[in-house]
T-cell receptor, first 112, second 112 residues
Framework: AQRVTQPEKLLSVFKGAPVELKCNYS??????LFWYVQYSRQRLQLLLR??SRESIKGFTADLNKGETSFHLKKPFAQEEDSAMYYC??????????????FGQGTILTVHP | NAGVTQTPKFRVLKTGQSMTLLCAQD?????MYWYRQDPGMGLRLIHY???????AKGEVPDGYNVSRLKKQNFLLGLESAAPSQTSVYFC???????????FGPGTRLLVL
């Protein structure tokens, strides 16, 4: 069965410090992974997906198949990065219909 | 474009009461999803739809029913509410099966 694990419920850093939000997955095939973010009083939105290999708002995430991880990183955190972050795995198979399996979420707080 | 909208924003129910949550999208998306968000559990898929007139069960479907009579609307019903259904409910839509989903603002439901 597919599973996504975010081991940290809460993560606090100071402005300007590096930040890494951890995500591990369990999946036997070739995974497609995403990071979704929910800022305060805003709706959940896609931050980035590994297949795009892009950097959004200074965040990057590298898929490590050996460690089955997709950690989200940013070298210098900003206060506006404070939010709830979800890692998600696209369900496999022809009948997946775009379903996502989400992790438990990590609340990131960036202190001034 | 309003994107994905949800009605109501907040509701309090007594145990045993019924209600319907409405999700509407104006992006002509084929796929629609209902999730519940609970602390420490992340987002869990309740039901989903792959097109007008179709519905299917997700990860936690018990106690809920859905209907998609029109492409733009996806209704989530609670026939007999229970305190365990106290949660924040999110609707999402997607045009493709690629995991890119657009979320509504959420409905906060409290069952007493």
């Amino acid at each position: 069965a597919q599973r996504v694990t975010q081991p940290e419920k809460l993560l606090s850093v100071f402005k300007g410090a590096p930040v890494e939000l951890k995500c591990n997955y369990s999946y036997s095939g070739s995974p497609e992974l995403f990071w979704y973010v929910q800022y305060s009083r805003q709706r959940l939105q896609l931050l980035l997906r590994h297949i795009s290999r892009e950097s959004i708002k200074g965040f990057t995430a590298d898929l490590n198949k050996g460690e089955t991880s997709f950690h989200l990183k940013k070298p210098f955190a900003q206060e506006e990065d404070s939010a709830m972050y979800y890692c998600a795995l696209l369900n496999a198979g022809g009948t997946s219909y775009g379903k996502l399996t989400f992790g438990q979420g990590t609340i990131l707080t960036v202190h001034p | 474009n309003a994107g994905v909208t949800q009605t109501p924003k907040f509701r309090v129910l007594k145990t045993g009461q019924s209600m319907t949550l409405l999700c509407a999208q104006d992006m002509n998306h084929e796929y629609m999803y209902w999730y519940r968000q609970d602390p420490g559990m992340g987002l869990r898929l309740i039901h989903y739809s792959v097109g007008e007139g179709t519905t299917a069960k997700g990860e936690v479907p018990d106690g809920y029913n859905v209907s998609r009579l029109k492409k733009q609307n996806f209704l989530l019903g609670l026939e007999s509410a229970a305190p365990s259904q106290t949660s924040v409910y999110f609707c999402a839509s997607s045009q493709d099966r690629d995991g890119t989903q657009y979320f509504g603002p959420g409905t906060r439901l409290l069952v007493l």
